[in-house]
């Protein structure tokens, strides 16, 4: 390569860097605008935060851990509980460009950056801080790690691997399917079969498995209920009923949320790494890397419904895969390739600024986007909501009685503690605001402090609703009398983007 290519390549990388990390900072700046309120898991996770644990409900611990990190450094603000997620993203794609620059070469590390930045699933990761960008950022850590571990049999490195792998474990459950990569790449040839002799690979299961330790002395003293959990979560608890339409709502969705000209690119790549050898190594590691888990989650919706965001680790060893692959390609001739990769980036610039805003619609057209058609939809009028429970909540105390706040759902309790005014930062019990009571753990606010004990007091019930109807049997039971107070429409820019029904439950039992 002479020196001109070289300084070029180079380049390549430095603009790669400077783009993420400008991203990063774009990105705080937005968080920190407050165009946008939080989702039903990151204010749930957040109350997980106010009561430290080594496990919870449904999730490992890092999540609460990381909430409390954030709200720590920047108070119970919005983007204090999301500082972390931009953050993660960009040190995530720093990782991998610098692995790619070296490994295959700085300009399909540029490319992987650019794709990364403006694919939709990927962004909403960057910007919401929920379990995925914790667990796309240590399975992008392990996936590096472990590719040195395999290619220079260091225990080093595989005890790098452990490490991130464990903290993975402790993001999601999910980062378990890492050792089906890794168990596919110790088979795939006779240099990596001999890791199963070294000692290497077992120190990255011994470290891994420490992290075990606080999820598993959790559940022990709570009923291994997180096992119920996610069996009931994966449909286990049910016959298998075969069925086409969750695979077909998975093959429209995924396409769109990772943008059908990088989804068909991917696609491709893998299609063509696996039928022409000689096949290259990294390209190989990056397509084992994330096919296995998006393969899984694909036979799996013959069964049940799979949430788009499950085969987010999978993303960016595909990206990475369809970048060198495509980059390649495009060095020995196929010109239309580096084409195809600038159409894909610009089609998505003016669709993403919009998402981010959908105001700006309005703003530019006059016309507003209808509240079921807005992406925001799940992002915006909490606030407004809280306000309308706690003026109901102060009319109905005018009597000078007590009454405290309960919600029909974990995402509306755990809204309502974050926005109601005067409850943020205080525990639970202290903000009067609980999630319905039962028997079983339906989620964490079981383990919490409950109202079971303000025998006599009143309480205003909360559920979100499309249609007025009754409220739980459960519910009623508990107290004298259960009053409808009616629906009340939660408005976000004279759009209705909620609709909260409201009882009056006087004297518990």
């Known amino acids: 390569m002479d020196s001109s290519k070289s300084e070029r390549e180079l380049g390549y990388g430095r603009w790669g860097y400077a783009l993420i990390w400008a991203v990063c900072v774009v990105r705080w700046v937005y968080l920190a605008s407050g165009r946008i309120e939080l989702s039903e898991d990151e204010a749930y996770q957040w109350l997980w935060s106010k009561h430290w644990a080594l496990s919870y409900y449904s999730k490992p611990p890092l999540i609460a851990w990381s909430h409390g990190l954030g709200t720590a450094l920047w108070g119970d603000v919005e983007f204090g509980l999301r500082f972390l997620s931009p953050l993660l993203t960009a040190l995530g794609l720093t990782v991998l460009l ?30 919401l801080m929920t379990v995925d960008p914790l667990n796309v950022f240590f399975w992008t850590l392990a996936m590096v790690a472990g590719y040195y ?61 420490l992290f075990f ?23 286990l608890d049910r016959a298998w009923t075969f069925t086409t339409r969750f695979l077909v709502d998975f093959l429209v969705v995924e396409p769109l949320l990772l943008h059908p000209l990088f989804f068909a690119g991917m696609v491709g790549a893998a299609l063509f790494v696996m039928r022409k050898p000689p096949r290259r190594a990294l390209e190989t590691y990056l397509l084992i890397m994330g096919a296995p888990i998006f393969l899984f989650y694909l036979v799996y919706t013959l069964r049940a419904r799979v949430q788009p965001n499950w085969i987010a680790p999978s993303i960016l060893p595909l990206l990475a895969l369809m970048a060198v692959y495509w980059e390649r390609r495009d060095r020995e001739g196929a010109k239309w390739v580096g084409l195809a990769g600038k159409i894909g980036v610009a089609a998505l610039i003016l669709p993403l600024m919009l998402a981010h805003d959908t105001d700006l619609i309005a703003k530019f057209t006059g016309i507003a986007l209808p509240a079921k058609a807005d992406p925001l939809r799940r992002l915006r009028g909490w606030s407004e909501m809280a306000r309308l429970v706690d003026t109901e909540k102060r009319r109905l105390e005018a009597d000078g009685a007590p009454w405290f706040v309960i919600g029909e759902h974990y995402g509306t309790t755990s809204l309502l503690s974050f926005y109601t005014p005067g ?63 009616g629906v009340r429409e939660v408005l976000y820019g004279g759009r209705v983007f909620h609709r909260i029904q409201l009882f009056a439950c006087r004297r518990l039992q």
């Open 213 to 235: 330790l606080p999820v598993l002395w959790w559940n022990h003293h709570h009923g291994w209920i997180t096992l119920t959990h996610l069996h009931e979560r994966a449909g």
């Open 149 to 209: 571990a395999l290619q220079r049999d260091c225990w080093k490195w595989w005890g790098l691997a452990g490490l991130a792998m464990g903290f993975g474990f402790l993001s999601k459950y999910t980062a378990l399917f890492q050792w089906l990569s890794f168990a596919i790449c110790l088979v795939s040839s006779a240099e990596a079969k001999r890791a199963w002799r070294r000692p290497g690979l077992y120190l990255a299961l011994g470290i891994q498995a």
């Open 423 to 485: 409850a943020r930062g205080k525990e639970s019990s202290e903000r009067g605001i609980f999630f319905r009571s039962s028997d079983v753990p339906l989620n964490q606010f079981y383990f919490w402090p409950g109202y079971r004990d303000r025998k006599g007091q009143n309480a205003l019930f909360v559920q979100q609703v499309k249609e007025p109807h009754e409220p739980p049997p459960s519910l009623v039971a508990e107290f004298e009398a259960v009053t409808d107070l």
């Open 98 to 127: 610098c692995f790619l620059s070296r490994e295959a070469c700085p300009r399909a590390g540029f490319w992987l950056v650019m794709a990364a930045t403006v694919t939709p699933l990927l962004g909403v990761g960057a910007i």
